[in-house]
């Protein structure tokens, strides 16, 4: 267990050791005060779309955005989709049309994010090993961007979204394409998910969308 994990009132006992021992795989540790709001709040992210292509890339361009960091399985693709589809591949680069430089990053092995990406010309980062801050940093070092220009899209709050949050980024939250096919330590993801929403809920902090 995670020293101050303090978060008890919020997720239940056996929750809250199972939420703290996936945060700590990941080597991270929160300094929980009293509001225990304050770690739920790197789990919301600043928007929630249905896909990708439900992205408004007008208004990001209009707020200042210059570049997306994505994630790639169940996010562009599902998880075992090896290639683009023709509609995904119109729409990045109608994002490269719009001025947007773009890269994967992904937790998947080189071999997995390479294949996708070269086809499309895409930089990336793989085994990124989200939600740590540094392959986000290298994602911006690669697009020459900085955080308050720099988007993040994915489909995981544990992975995406807290490391987009922690690096002062906007985070986009899209619904996994492919559920099913989704990995072991992925479905542990998702249950912690669950956890967290439906306390988010309660508190009035996670809306249903329209």
């Given at each position: 267990?995670?020293?101050?994990?303090?978060?008890?009132?919020?997720?239940?006992?056996?929750?809250?050791?199972?939420?703290?021992?996936?945060?700590?795989?990941?080597?991270?540790?929160?300094?929980?005060?009293?509001?225990?709001?304050?770690?739920?709040?790197?789990?919301?992210?600043?928007?929630?779309?249905?896909?990708?292509?439900?992205?408004?890339?007008?208004?990001?361009?209009?707020?200042?955005?210059?570049?997306?960091?994505?994630?790639?399985?169940?996010?562009?693709?599902?998880?075992?989709?090896?290639?683009?589809?023709?509609?995904?591949?119109?729409?990045?680069?109608?994002?490269?049309?719009?001025?947007?430089?773009?890269?994967?990053?992904?937790?998947?092995?080189?071999?997995?994010?390479?294949?996708?990406?070269?086809?499309?010309?895409?930089?990336?980062?793989?085994?990124?090993?989200?939600?740590?801050?540094?392959?986000?940093?290298?994602?911006?070092?690669?697009?020459?961007?900085?955080?308050?220009?720099?988007?993040?899209?994915?489909?995981?709050?544990?992975?995406?979204?807290?490391?987009?949050?922690?690096?002062?980024?906007f985070t986009i939250l899209v619904q996994p394409?492919?559920?099913?096919?989704?990995?072991?330590?992925?479905?542990?993801?998702?249950?912690?998910?669950?956890?967290?929403?439906?306390?988010?809920?309660?508190?009035?902090?996670?809306?249903?969308?329209?």
């Amino acid at each position: 267990m995670i020293n101050d994990c303090r978060i008890r009132n919020v997720l239940h006992v056996s929750d809250t050791a199972f939420f703290c021992m996936k945060i700590k795989e990941y080597g991270i540790v929160f300094r929980i005060k009293k509001e225990v709001t304050s770690l739920f709040e790197v789990l919301i992210p600043r928007l929630r779309v249905r896909t990708v292509y439900d992205i408004d890339l007008n208004l990001l361009q209009e707020k200042g955005y210059k570049g997306i960091i994505t994630d790639l399985d169940n996010t562009l693709v599902g998880a075992k989709d090896p290639l683009a589809t023709p509609k995904l591949t119109a729409w990045l680069e109608e994002v490269k049309r719009q001025g947007f430089k773009l890269v994967v990053v992904s937790n998947n092995d080189q071999a997995r994010v390479s294949t996708f990406c070269a086809p499309l010309d895409i930089q990336f980062v793989h085994k990124a090993r989200k939600p740590s801050s540094r392959p986000f940093s290298k994602g911006m070092e690669l697009m020459g961007l900085h955080p308050e220009e720099t988007v993040v899209v994915g489909d995981q709050l544990l992975t995406d979204v807290l490391g987009g949050n922690r690096m002062k980024l906007f985070t986009i939250l899209v619904q996994p394409i492919a559920i099913q096919d989704e990995g072991f330590g992925t479905r542990i993801n998702r249950r912690i998910e669950r956890i967290v929403t439906s306390r988010l809920r309660k508190q009035g902090l996670w809306h249903e969308e329209e």
